[in-house]
């Protein structure tokens, strides 16, 4: 299930990832790697350092050419992360998405994981899009497209792909509030008990210290600041609804979207896009071997198979479910 869940993005992987990533515990090196070769004769295939799905041998090569790709995106990321820390009340800049993982293609851009003081995410955020215009201006496409404070750490949506998030985001600066998000969410350890993020600091620096930014946290601390990330805040929010009622997105799920401590991707982006692909694609591999109630319970974390309810919850937009298909359409 490992496996299968890198393979929805064409992510094959090594031995050493599936044992970071695995879905059950195990301190065992040895019953892992009997277990791989005995995948090995059936469903996986393991070769030359990679283990990926039989018939899914192409990915390796896709994978390696993304990386390659990735790798001149980190240092725009990473200069672009040392402009944003002149942004006051921002506590942390890390990279998520397809570029944490070195997995985005031709048109892949940077996402960004912000995380801001309490009652200044607007401005932060506001003040963040000037910059990502800056950067279009210069090739580089930037996606802040993760917001919370310092006081709303703890994320609200729990399963497999939520997880897999949190432990492939990088930081860049910010290492007190990284540890405190991790910190915030251990549920993650529930789906992926062997994650230790050892590599996902690599690129970790300390914030260079501004004395414009201290003054401007100074100036905007109080009262004036409350007021003004209210109304950047309001004024944001009226602007979304009108923009992105053409997807068809109703006001009460922008407003959970938009929060004033939390800006999210609206209707949880793609996972229950990816819920969905995991448990079809697991059948239709693992046929007889895996049931799709074991693979629900896998992805969601639930004691039970996940009831019709819970499915109706998790209904992929058709937006999100269209994006994943065309990135990542090798296996459909």
Known sequence: MTVLYGDLFDYPLTVDEIHRYLVAPSDRRDVLDEALQSLAE????VGDGWVCLRGRESTIATRERRRQMAAGRWSQARRFGRWLSRIPFLRMVAVCGSQAMEN?????????????APGRLWLVQSLTMIFRRAGRW????LCPNFLVTTEALQLEERN??????????????GEEAYDAFHTANGW?????????????????QPRPRR???????????GVVGDSLDRTVHRLLL????????????????????YRRDRQTVITGGFSAAVARRFVERGARYFVGVISADELERCFFGAAEPVDDRDKSRVEPDPLYAGILA?????GQ
């Open 138 to 141: 210069l090739g580089v496409e």
């Open 211 to 221: 004395g414009s930014t201290a003054a401007l946290e100074w100036l905007l601390g």
């Open 326 to 330: 065309t990135r990542y359409g090798g």
């Open 42 to 45: 059936r469903t996986l295939s």
């Open 160 to 173: 497999l792909y939520t997880a897999r998030e949190v432990a492939q985001v990088m930081p860049l600066w």
């Open 238 to 257: 009226t602007y979304y609804r009108w923009r992105l009622r053409r997807h068809g997105w109703d006001r009460t799920q922008i407003e959970r979207s």
């Open 188 to 204: 993650v350890r529930s789906f992926l008990p062997q994650f230790e993020g050892a590599d996902r600091r690599r690129f970790l």
């Open 104 to 116: 985005g293609d031709e048109d892949g851009d940077i996402d960004l994981f912000l995380i801001t």
